[in-house]
């Protein structure tokens, strides 16, 4: 999107102009390994977006918005490890390519190193920002813990559910945003609307990644068809699934989420669950859902709209993917 | 030790009172599973006796002490992961007794927990102790990749095994100390010249541990007689000897440190070449060099003597341990 590329050179600037050069190597190597891997920098440019958008100074706000991008890559490679994932982005995971104790340890430093990237913030700044950034990285581990724990169950609620991915996804979204607003001393409200508008988003741009998945066109997505149903990922669509379906239909979902085949019957078979249950269409409905929610948060901003235009543009880019 | 009594009680206490109740619980549980294993709790104790000898409200000083505590607990928890470590304290370690997800995860959020155990200090002395505090989060992360670095090493150097205990060990054990002066707002010289003796001290103090592996009073001790022989750790007393050793000798140690048998001719094999080449000897000096470098930081300490007291107290229960 053309209007994202301006903050995403900047992203790419500093990435490169704050590349890790401490000793040892096998700390921080992996660190620069993983940022190199590529990626849209979404978080990031909504914290620099936020910032502009309240008028903010943004030279200001381009280090906290390379923590948060820390951040998020300090949780990919833990979470990499935890799925015991081979590979990120097409490439080796930090734990195939070095090992797991060097991407243990490297997520852990470049955990630190995503908080102190706050460090140039004045005091009361800082600790506002930090108090922000510290909360939603409990979050996070939270999401993380209740995603491998719906692994172990069979059932899981919608609200659990939605819960995780709160938790897990769009917690960060949220958190990018508002501390683009509190660098910009935006008004306590509307930094709240706007925390509120990425959660909202957040939750539906996870929905939405369920959903193309399975029924996207895999072509545009870049990834591979139904790779959650390989992998047993208990998906919103799984559970609207499971709370629709009869007792036959469930039972026949649990067959196939607890076999490891790798099976083209199997992905046949759970979409055609998936189709007469009609959880694509359900999984859509709540998709509308949270992106009017998120909607509604933008609107209440206390800016011409004219200065939201992008954020309206971002909705349109993250949630009206081509499927 | 009686004059460590009362600042144990605090931290008892503390641990006790914010005992984690978030949830999900298996999140939270490993994390007072870890902390319920007790220990000395040296680190938040030392952070409130630098707060007390400068006059500060001890009550302030009680949570950032805990967040020692908790990033202590973090880094264990973490090492036991990478050391596959199947106890702790004559106890499961974390991973063993939940899984090694769990013990990464939780261990993630503990790590993120110490952080925010500063929240209650004012902006400004805020930013200084989580600078100070993040700053050794790295150092003992650094100190950590070089010890497992050494696993893989032959040869390694004197400086290069004192640089790595620094970080792994003494670099936490002088931000207690510092953190508790900054907390009592005494003068930069001095909460300088405490991190430097905290500093000294932690080297010291991990060095005798090496010594006392090898040739402490096992009963005294409360650990398994040679314990870093039997797991090939290169210690101190291993790198005196490569140093000292001729050909042959070394040539011994490196087949000796490169076998994982385990058995009383192994130990008495090393043992013998530790004697040979006076490497306890040796060591104790090392020792005796860094505890007086401690303890001239410690005099330089602009309080009065009698208040700087327990702090040489300390020092003797640290490093004068029956052996």
Redesign the interface.
């Known amino acids: 999107m053309k209007f994202l590329q301006k903050y995403q050179d900047i992203i790419e600037d500093v990435i490169e102009r704050c590349k890790f050069t401490?000793?040892?190597v096998?700390?921080y190597e992996p660190m620069n390994y993983i940022l190199n891997l590529g990626g849209k920098r979404l978080r990031p440019i909504i914290t620099l977006m936020a910032c502009d958008l309240f008028g903010g100074d943004l030279n200001k706000a381009i280090k906290p918005a390379l923590g948060i991008e820390y951040f998020h890559n300090f949780s990919l490679m833990?979470d990499d490890?935890?799925d015991k994932a081979p590979l990120r982005r097409g490439k080796e995971t930090v734990h195939m390519k070095y090992d797991e104790?060097?991407a243990?340890?490297s997520?852990?430093?470049l955990?630190?190193?995503s908080?102190?990237m706050l460090?140039d913030l004045e005091?009361?700044l800082?600790?506002s920002c930090?108090?922000l950034f510290?909360q939603t990285?409990?979050e996070v581990?939270?999401g993380?813990?209740?995603d491998?724990?719906f692994e172990r169950q069979n059932e899981v609620l919608y609200e659990e559910y939605t819960h995780m991915i709160t938790g897990k996804t769009a917690a960060l979204c949220a958190c990018s945003l508002k501390m683009g607003a509190l660098i910009a001393e935006a008004v306590k409200e509307d930094a709240e609307y706007l925390y509120e508008f990425g959660r909202y988003l957040g939750v539906a741009f996870q929905l939405m990644d369920d959903y193309l998945d399975v029924f996207g066109n895999h072509e545009v997505v870049g990834k591979k068809s139904a790779g959650d149903i390989y992998e047993n990922k208990k998906t919103i669509l799984y559970i609207l699934a499971q709370q629709e379906g009869n007792e036959e239909q469930k039972k026949e979902l649990n067959f196939w989420f607890n076999s490891t085949e790798d099976t083209v019957e199997k992905i046949q078979g759970v979409v055609k669950i998936f189709k007469d249950l009609e959880a694509d269409r359900l999984c859509l409905e709540l998709i509308d859902k949270y992106t009017d929610q998120a909607r509604e948060y933008l609107d209440k901003v206390n800016v011409s709209g004219e200065k939201k235009q992008p954020f309206y543009e971002l909705m349109n880019y993250l949630l009206v993917r081509e499927s």
Chains 1, 2 share one sequence.
Do not use: T, W
């Open positions: 401490g000793q040892p096998q700390l833990h490890i935890m104790n060097v243990l340890l997520g852990d430093a955990l630190v190193k908080f102190r460090e005091p009361e800082f600790k930090f108090q510290s990285a409990l581990c939270e993380q813990q209740y491998m724990n």
